[in-house]
């Protein structure tokens, strides 16, 4: 797993986090299925669009359960987008369905590299 430091994380987390690029995590307490979330897994909308890939994903210090996905957006010049895990919908090994309409996701909090 490789991890890396994030200005946004003291933006968005409660508590102190770190970027994870790569690795396998849970989205729930202890006993959950860990779910792999590794770069490149495509993000859709609510209305079955693509909307972009993972980046990576904000991990609580405390409690080491994701907080945030690290969205990359599916336009060239587009930032780096916070959605927190709370708006996923379905996820599986290949992609991650989201709540959010496309237009919501590139609305957002924006990352900012440390």
Known sequence: MRSVGCLAAELV??????L?????TVLAP????PVGLARGMAVF???GELAGWIAGVLI?????????LLVRMTTLAAPYHLAPVTLI????EEM???VL??????ELPVHHPA
Do not use: F
């Open 30 to 33: 202890a006993g959950a299925t």
């Open 13 to 18: 987390c409660d508590s102190p986090c770190r």
């Open 89 to 92: 919908t379905v996820v599986n």
């Open 101 to 106: 309409a496309s237009r919501e996701i590139g």
């Open 45 to 47: 909308a609510a209305g």
């Open 20 to 24: 994870m690029e790569s690795g396998v």
């Open 96 to 98: 991650i369905h989201l």
């Open 60 to 68: 609580d210090d405390d409690t080491q359960l994701a907080s945030h």
